[in-house]
């Protein structure tokens, strides 16, 4: 009914590293260097109000095995690779969870598993994705990792068993994708913004149905607030609504 402007907010997060999706190792240097630069233009992609300049991982980047033959520290000794160097190891921190934090609480309370593969897997950078209400990264390594949204199952000893989605971003267009927009859209916090309006300049229109008269009142109420810029429209009664705000959208211009 009516209609204000919003900023959105969010505290910067982390992404964390899905170790998972290390396997399947790349066969050789090119299937690595493919991989790593796919990684790494993911990690540019991702949208810099929301997530900070940092991954976390639970060990040392340079352990993570990349092919066969190498981990990431081996990999970047060929001069061809270390333009990752120092764009990847500065872009790193540690652990997953902070000891004694309720996050590592819950971790060690529960058991958090992803199918994969038609096999349940225990994960860890999911599970502190998760419990940090992020988002986890990781490589394109198989068709299961080049999807963004996965399900994660819950253990627990007390409450049974639940599931629930975890975003894995592993291409830099999952950033633009309907399903990450969602994400981000309720993982934001508004801000309303304040109108410069007087009540007297604000449109007020409403449908032609019964009960014109009591809305209109209403309506000139709803434009005294300095949040309110306009009334667009009014909707049929529905006796059994029990919210307010039916919607919100989001005005990319404002």
Known sequence: MGQSTAKTGLRMKSLFFNELSVY????????????????????????ENLFDRRIT??????????????????????????????????????????????????????????????????CYGLAAAYLHDSVGIGFASDAVWENLVHSIIVKSEFSGQSSDNILCVSKPEHFSSENFKKWENEHTELE????????????????????????????KRLVNSRYIESVINSLPFKPKEKKFIRDITFDDQK
């Open 192 to 219: 309303l913004v304040e109108t410069d309006l007087l009540p007297l300049q604000k449109h007020i229109n409403l449908r032609d149905d019964h009960g014109k008269d009591i809305l209109h009142k209403f309506s």
């Open 24 to 47: 399947p190792l790349a066969n050789d240097f090119t299937e690595a260097y493919q991989k790593i630069g796919n990684f790494y233009r993911t990690y540019k992609a991702r949208p």
């Open 57 to 122: 991982l639970d060990d040392h980047i340079e352990n993570i095995q990349i092919s066969r033959q190498m981990n990431f520290r081996e990999f970047i000794m060929n001069p061809r690779a270390r333009i990752f160097r120092d764009i990847l190891y500065g872009t790193t921190r540690r652990p997953f969870f902070l000891e004694g934090s309720q996050e590592e609480s819950k971790y060690l309370q529960n058991k958090y598993l992803i199918r994969h593969n038609h096999e349940d897997k225990e």
